[in-house]
């Protein structure tokens, strides 16, 4: 059983229709997963960013803390 030719182009093109559907919805998955990892991406950077000014809260409040220490220390030797 021989197929036409006009039967064969009309199966290769349905065949290439359904590969272009494919590459479309290929090409919206991977897109949506860029748009993901570009907001991770920023929440990232505002999470390192607020890590690092928590870090130096903590370094001004060490060292305010050991200030304090010192000058106890010093007031205590003092007075023996």
Do not use: C, P, W
């Amino acid at each position: 059983m021989e197929k036409s030719v006009k039967q064969i182009e009309k199966n290769v093109s349905a065949s290439f229709g359904y590969v272009k559907k494919d590459m479309l919805m290929l090409n919206d998955a991977f897109s949506d997963i860029h748009d993901k990892i570009q907001h991770l991406s920023i929440n990232h950077a505002a999470l390192l960013e607020e890590i690092g000014r928590l870090r130096g809260e903590l370094a001004k409040m060490t060292t305010k803390k050991s200030i304090k220490k010192d000058a106890v220390k010093k007031v205590v030797r003092k007075k023996k």
